[in-house]
């Protein structure tokens, strides 16, 4: 008997592994398949989740239809003032971060030039022109890209307008109705699973999503300032993708610092050394002192499964799937956790 158990439980362990590969593929391929639909009704729902806390807050005074438009209507003008003022602004700062960089290329090489003649000097075994060639190929390739990739932004405006309009449209009517929608979801699943998911699902994405960008607003709040007293050229653009680099939990900060230190290093080294310090300074702050009060210990997750989660959602959906791997992998683990703790108890 115990044989036959033990073999059953091998047999069932290792078609798991296949039919869960299977799944994930065909899941793959369906996203694939419906990727613009999917991301725009992501993005509505991620959008109307943070919304619905406005919402609360209104449904006090008046009813939730008219505490719904109350919402996107201060949405909408709080967007168009960004789009008016900030927006064009960040444009610019790119399109002469873009126009500087091969100065900056040129500035690097004689810096790097300068400290191997110093090195010779000295008789130390340095040479960094294979190290200068290949980042100032990098570079100009990454450069390159760039304004391949703003070009083609460009000609895609109109295209990207009307899935603004899709998604404040869906946000809309899901916050209308999208409790209605939920619940059917949910009652096609059995109790057991139900009941634990919900409750994982809404905890998760609740501090995820409204802690990170808290977090990323401080970031640029705090880093604008300090980059303008530091006389860091296109200050407000560098804080903005710090500021967006914090979304992407563990990761992001490191990815964010180190791309802005490193374009500055290009121009100023001594101004790189005075960012990077600064920029550490206060993300140590944020890490230390703000995240644990706003995040806690919501996800519970190994960091190295925090990692391959980040990885997968990357590969599957971009960047869209890095921001909800996290949220995704705690939902997964709370809800396993809570069907384990159900089934202990009842034993």
Request: proline residues 4%; positive net charge; charged residues 10%.
């Amino acid at each position: 008997m115990r044989r036959s158990a033990s073999l059953q439980r091998l047999l069932i362990y290792g078609l798991s592994g296949p039919i869960i590969a299977l799944n994930l593929w065909l899941l793959y391929l369906i996203f694939r398949l419906f990727q613009h639909p999917i991301t725009i009704v992501s993005i509505a729902a991620i959008l109307a989740f943070l919304l619905n806390y406005a919402v609360k807050f209104f449904e006090r005074v008046v009813n939730r239809p008219q505490a719904v438009t109350i919402v996107l209507l201060l949405t909408l003008t709080l967007l168009i003032v960004l789009g008016v003022t900030l927006v064009p602004i960040v444009i610019d700062q790119t399109i002469q971060l873009l126009d500087r960089i091969p100065n900056w290329l040129a500035t690097s090489q004689a810096n790097l030039e300068y400290f191997e003649a110093i090195a010779k000097k000295r008789r130390l075994p340095l040479d960094l022109r294979v190290v200068s060639n290949q980042i100032n190929a990098n570079i100009q390739s990454m450069v390159q890209q760039l304004a391949a990739a703003a070009v083609g932004f460009a000609g895609t405006v109109l295209s990207g307008l009307l899935d603004v309009i899709l998604v404040v449209v869906l946000a809309f009517y899901m916050l209308l109705y999208g409790d209605r929608v939920w619940l059917g979801l949910f009652k096609l699943l059995p109790a057991y699973v139900r009941v634990p998911l919900r409750t994982s699902l809404q905890r998760n994405f609740h501090y995820f999503f409204l802690s990170q960008l808290l977090l990323a607003v401080f970031m640029v709040v705090i880093m604008t300032p300090i980059f303008l007293f530091l006389k860091v050229p296109f200050a407000l653009l560098f804080a903005i993708v710090i500021g967006i680099s914090q979304l992407i939990p563990f990761i992001g900060a490191t990815l964010g610092i180190g791309l802005v230190t490193f374009l500055v290093l290009l121009q100023n080294w001594w101004l790189a050394v005075q960012v990077a310090v600064a920029a550490i300074v206060v993300q140590q702050i944020k890490d230390n002192l703000l995240s644990p009060k706003l995040l806690g210990d919501f996800i519970g997750v190994n960091p190295i499964w925090i990692f391959v989660a980040i990885l997968m959602g990357f590969e599957i959906a971009g960047l869209l799937g890095t921001l909800v791997a996290v949220p995704i992998a705690g939902t997964i683990k709370g809800t396993f956790d809570a069907i384990k703790n159900s089934e202990s108890v009842n034993q």
